[in-house]
């Protein structure tokens, strides 16, 4: 994986915190726009598991995601395309290491007595889900229009593993 391009895939997860989510299911396509934080380049949040999203996951792991800025001009437009799996994470390690992501990342879920009480409940109630991606995609028109740089993870797990 070049280190470089890493950087700015990283740098960018930093900077936003929203992503949107497009799974499908027997309905069509759908998307979602979610808070997200990251371990590495995984991208974890929390979500309603009765939601349409949630429930297509659950059916149909293949999802892909956006993250960008809203520039209204186009030379200026940057931002990431994921394709992978997401799942629902259901070991207790595993929910923890979200959830402390999730609340370094966001501090008011941590004072969740605090919260307003219909915003508690939801994070009480809420399910720990994660986008593990085999593919990023930088888009970049700062540099040319169009530029795009590719950072495939699937590749590197197949090398990692043989």
Known sequence: ???ELAGQIAALLDMHHV????TSGPDGPHAANLFYARSGFTLLWVSDPSSRHSIEIDADSRVAATIATDFSDFPQVQGLQL???AARIIDESGRHSA???LETRYPF???TASLPPELR???EHAEFY???PDQIVLIDNRRRLGF????????????QAG
Do not use: F, I, N, V
Not at 19 to 22: D, G, K, R
């Open 1 to 3: 994986m070049g280190d």
């Open 19 to 22: 992503m949107s989510l497009a």
């Open 83 to 85: 394709c992978g799996h």
């Open 99 to 101: 959830r402390r992501h």
């Open 109 to 111: 879920l941590q004072a």
């Open 121 to 123: 409940d939801a994070y």
């Open 130 to 132: 994660q986008l593990t």
């Open 148 to 159: 795009k740089q590719t950072l495939d993870l699937a590749l590197d797990r197949q090398s």
